[in-house]
């Protein structure tokens, strides 16, 4: 559904920032699609470059097999005598196509002076839908967000998950093939968060739209998301299925996004702050286990306690489902003569042992 080749884009100035540096992807209809990176890494850039609200310095835009743009690469050789020039879908063309693509924003971006109804019924205008037709799908999309009884209401008078509600409705007027929602949710409490979350994913599910989630938070990505990209320095520096990201990240940036959302990183703060928790006598270690889809199951615990007479005292564990699968891990105190048996039949059974601390 959305083909990024090559895409950079740099804002130019006495100081030139790189906000986007040759990034490729390629994004399946009806997925959901996470962009995670820190403030600056080139998130909310890359996704104005797919409906070019920003234009690329340099690469090709597909979406929905239109092409948007195609700027050459600086000093890339020309396909001919004549050289390649930069191809751009002619304005009205373009315009036409944003109507395939929604899009909404932290702040929600509300007319104040219109109802809930008018909101939604804006990107209508000029759709040549006579009045009628335009009260029924108003009628329809709020029916869809869950706020049938705010169409006379005024954004003022709602909460923020309200709004939000309100800005998808209105982002889905057109019928879109596409949904980006830029940092949707990081105006919104936890539990609004959730409630947004769950409406993406079930408008994902009954009409099949593709959707591209940016965010800051791995949290977000972790609910709703089927494959994610990791920018960092306006780069992918990774990408792949949910589960395969965290599951085994490859890079420190998504390592560090990974431990947001779990405890099983708290250890190391109490190591390096010489906690008495973690206090060791000589022997012992403090062991964090990392479990997937083959042995999450099994009582492994339990077995190299039998089997390799150690004590084994957790200190922290965590559990989930990750697009269906499962995924945890264990911190644990581990003591007893045969520690170095049972951390290599931990291994033989595909659990990744680390040692975060020796006695």
């Known amino acids: 559904m959305i083909r990024l080749e090559h895409v950079s884009k740099t804002f130019g100035g006495p100081a030139a920032v790189h906000a986007v540096r040759d990034v490729s992807l390629e994004i399946a209809p009806g997925e959901i699609f996470g962009i995670i990176g820190y403030s600056g890494a080139g998130k909310s850039t890359l996704v104005r470059c797919m409906n070019l609200l920003e234009e690329p310095t340099c690469g090709r835009v597909t979406v929905d097999g239109q092409v948007l743009v195609d700027i050459p690469q600086p000093g890339e050789k020309a396909d001919s005598q004549q050289g390649r020039g930069a191809i751009r879908m002619p304005q009205a063309q373009l315009r036409e196509m944003r109507k395939k693509i929604g899009m909404i924003f932290q702040q929600f971006n509300l007319m104040p002076s219109r109802t809930v109804a008018g909101n939604v019924a804006f990107p209508l205008k000029g759709s040549g839908l006579s009045k009628e037709a335009v009260s029924a799908k108003v009628t329809e999309l709020l029916e869809l967000v869950g706020l049938p009884d705010k169409a006379e209401a005024y954004p003022s008078q709602l909460s923020g998950g309200q709004k939000q509600r309100v800005a998808i409705a209105r982002a889905l007027a057109n019928d879109p093939k596409v949904l980006l929602c830029d940092e949707a949710t990081s105006a919104l409490d936890p539990q609004t968060t959730q409630s947004i979350l769950r409406l993406i994913k079930e408008i994902n599910q009954k009409t099949g739209i593709t959707v591209v989630v940016i965010t800051h938070e791995m949290a977000v990505v972790k609910e709703i998301c089927h494959r994610v990209a990791v920018m960092d320095g ?7 299925t949910v589960y395969d990201v965290f599951s085994s990240p490859r890079e420190e940036v998504t390592r560090s996004f990974i431990a947001t959302t779990s405890n099983l ?24 286990l990392s479990y997937g889809r083959s042995n999450v199951r099994e009582a492994t615990i339990s077995e190299i306690s039998r089997r390799f007479h150690v004590d084994v005292s957790i200190l922290y564990s965590n559990m989930e489902i990750l697009d269906g699968a499962p995924l945890g891990g264990v911190v644990a105190k581990v003591s007893g003569e045969q520690i170095t048996g049972a951390m290599a039949y931990l291994s033989e059974r595909d659990v990744v042992v680390e040692v975060l601390k020796r006695g």
């Open 234 to 240: 306006g780069r992918v520096v990774e990408e792949g």
């Open 265 to 288: 990183s708290k250890v190391e703060e109490l190591i390096e702050a010489n906690d008495p928790m973690v206090a060791l006598e000589p022997g012992e270690l403090i062991i964090r």
